[in-house]
């Protein structure tokens, strides 16, 4: 969990105050509801890195559409459960057209590999495309 304080570091990001800002009722509204897609390249399971984490249930090539991160306003399980690593294997990418975010692998992933991204190119922030 190294990698993911410094990345808070760097942003100058109080982890307790974050701690509590994602429990909140305002980010909790913001951020909408989590929803089980029914994606099966996928699964959420205990991880060494943080709580719960996406495993891959199949090999991933670089540039395969792994899932979902968030669709008609509601996150799924990966937009809620993938972990940071400074050793993405993932990114994020949002969707100017129709508000969505995807999960594509950025690297080889293999079958029972934690799916990682860097929370520093996390692109759920629109204003990255604008």
């Not at 495993?55 to 799924?76: H, L, M, P, Q, W």
């Amino acid at each position: 969990m190294t990698g993911f304080f410094e990345m808070l570091e760097e942003n100058n990001i109080d982890f307790d105050i974050l701690r509590m800002h994602l429990k909140s009722e305002e980010f909790l509204k913001e951020a909408g509801p989590v929803v089980d897609d029914g994606n099966d390249t996928y699964k959420v399971l205990d991880s060494e890195i943080d709580g719960k984490g996406i495993f891959a249930s199949k090999n991933f090539n670089e540039g395969d559409f792994i899932g979902y991160a968030k669709v008609n306003d509601t996150r799924t399980l990966a937009g809620r459960y993938t972990n940071h690593s400074d050793f993405n294997n993932a990114n994020f990418y949002y969707i100017k057209e129709n508000n969505n975010s995807v999960l594509i692998a950025e690297k080889h992933i293999d079958v029972g590999q934690e799916i990682l991204v860097d929370y520093r190119y996390h692109t759920h922030n629109k204003e990255y495309y604008e």
